[in-house]
């Protein structure tokens, strides 16, 4: 399909994991801040990148690892009173070395929510931006408005489930993620449009199309 570029896609792909691995553990280059409260998230970027460029699978690889980086960044390196419960089933404790296992208060809460609340929602961005670039690209002429339409499906797909699991399983947490998706929701949809539109459109014509 690549001809004699069949290498790229690989290298892309490795790319977009180290780029991931990168906005997860260098603090804090993944999180743009707007004043002392809000902080916007760009680590569903190399996701939704990953599926519309490289497809669904790619999606869900690059989506996985970002949930389990976070897991492992909130529970060992950087724990949190109010971001680890969302996101980890367990956090280590600093002052002894043992570890605590998160306590929900939702109305379906358990540990394995946290997990999920990790992993489902970038690895379903990854995988619905994929998708939706292959519909969008039989629909529209321009391969640089299916990518940035897919990339924005995505990552609004990835805050919905988000704020939906959260909600179930850490009820007191519910009105700030709102407040928050409120105001960050939009920038980081619209960045992952301007993302996947811009940029995403030179790495396709640099790794993936044929001369």
């Avoid at 998230?41 to 190399?46: E, I, Q, Y």
């Avoid at 419960?85 to 540990?111: C, T």
């Avoid at 690209?137 to 990339?151: E, F, P, V």
Wanted: aromatic share 10%; charged share 10%; net charge positive.
């Amino acid at each position: 399909m690549y001809g004699r570029r069949d290498h790229q896609p690989a290298l892309l792909l490795v790319i977009f994991i180290a780029l991931e691995l990168i906005l997860t553990f260098a603090h804090p280059l993944g999180w743009v801040s707007f004043g002392p409260v809000y902080a916007a998230t760009l680590h569903h970027l190399p996701v939704v990148l990953a599926g519309v460029l490289l497809g669904p699978w790619a999606g869900a690889l690059v989506g996985l690892i970002a949930g389990v980086s976070r897991v492992i960044d909130l529970a060992f390196l950087n724990v949190d009173a109010l971001f680890t419960p969302m996101y980890s089933p367990f956090y280590l404790m600093p002052d002894s070395g043992y570890f605590q296992v998160v306590r929900g208060s939702g109305p379906w809460s358990s540990p394995f929510l946290s997990l999920l609340t990790s992993l489902l929602p970038p690895i379903a961005a990854g995988v619905l931006a994929a998708l939706l670039v292959r519909v969008l690209r039989q629909l529209l002429r321009g391969n640089a408005a299916s990518l940035s339409i897919a990339g924005a499906g995505g990552t609004l797909a990835e805050a919905a489930l988000l704020l939906l699991l959260v909600a179930v399983n850490r009820g007191e947490s519910r009105d700030l993620m709102l407040k928050a998706f409120r105001f960050n929701g939009p920038f980081e949809v619209l960045l992952a449009a301007l993302v996947c539109g811009g940029l995403g459109t030179l790495l396709y014509r640099r790794f993936i199309a044929n001369d």
